[in-house]
């Protein structure tokens, strides 16, 4: 079983790395555009599933919160995608709700993992951080942004999506020591790129 799930997810996981690129190698509003990132969308969340069930049968902690994590940058950065006029629906409100107690057991096993020694409890640590912010922002925003804001967010969030598709490619096929070098490289590499472009949108 784990076996077919782990073949699923390298593939529907190579798809969303597909979806990926021409979503953001294309023009906004642009067909391609859209074709890549539903693409990108439905890969990665069968492939976030498969990750899922895979990290509950070998009972890892740490694979569990951050797919579920990754998962609700995709959730959210499609919804922004659209909803234009900021109306939240129940199901986005219990889904920020379930993200934020993912996120008090990410910073549960960052403390575990600093206190057993384990050096990936900075991944944790800054993974938390990046799950926290944008899980309280839409709690306490209630609706969703309107006009440059929404694609901003848009952005935001399909670009955490994003970190996360390429932060599970360089772990596979990269070794880092300390161990958890490999996992926030990607963040902290495509951070300010993402950064510089939610600029450019504010002030368009």
């Known amino acids: 079983m784990v076996t ?19 979503a953001w190698l294309t023009t906004k509003g642009h067909v391609l555009h859209r074709r890549g990132g539903q693409l990108f969308v439905a890969a990665m969340s069968a492939s976030l599933a498969t990750a899922v069930v895979v990290a ?10 951050i797919a579920l994590f990754s998962g609700y940058f995709v959730y959210t950065g499609a919804r922004l995608a659209l909803v234009r006029d900021g109306r939240r629906s129940h199901l986005d409100q219990i889904i920020t709700l379930a993200m934020l107690a993912v996120v008090v057991c990410m910073t549960a096993l960052a403390f575990t993992q600093w206190q057993s020694g384990d050096s990936l409890y900075v991944a944790t640590a800054v993974f938390t951080v990046i799950a926290a912010l944008p899980a309280a922002s839409d709690y306490r925003a209630g609706a969703w942004p309107r006009g440059n804001e929404r694609i901003a967010g848009h952005v935001i969030r399909m670009g955490g999506a994003s970190i996360a598709t390429l932060t599970a490619v360089f772990v596979v096929n990269i070794e880092t020591d300390p161990a958890f070098l490999a996992w926030i490289a990607p963040s902290a590499v495509l951070s300010p790129a993402i950064a510089w472009q939610i600029r450019r949108l504010r002030r368009a």
Do not use: D, E, P, Q
């Open 4 to 22: 077919t799930l782990t073949a699923i997810h390298i593939v529907t996981g190579s798809l969303a790395c597909l979806g990926m690129l021409v």
């Open 56 to 65: 509950l049968w070998r009972n890892n902690h740490f694979l569990l919160l």
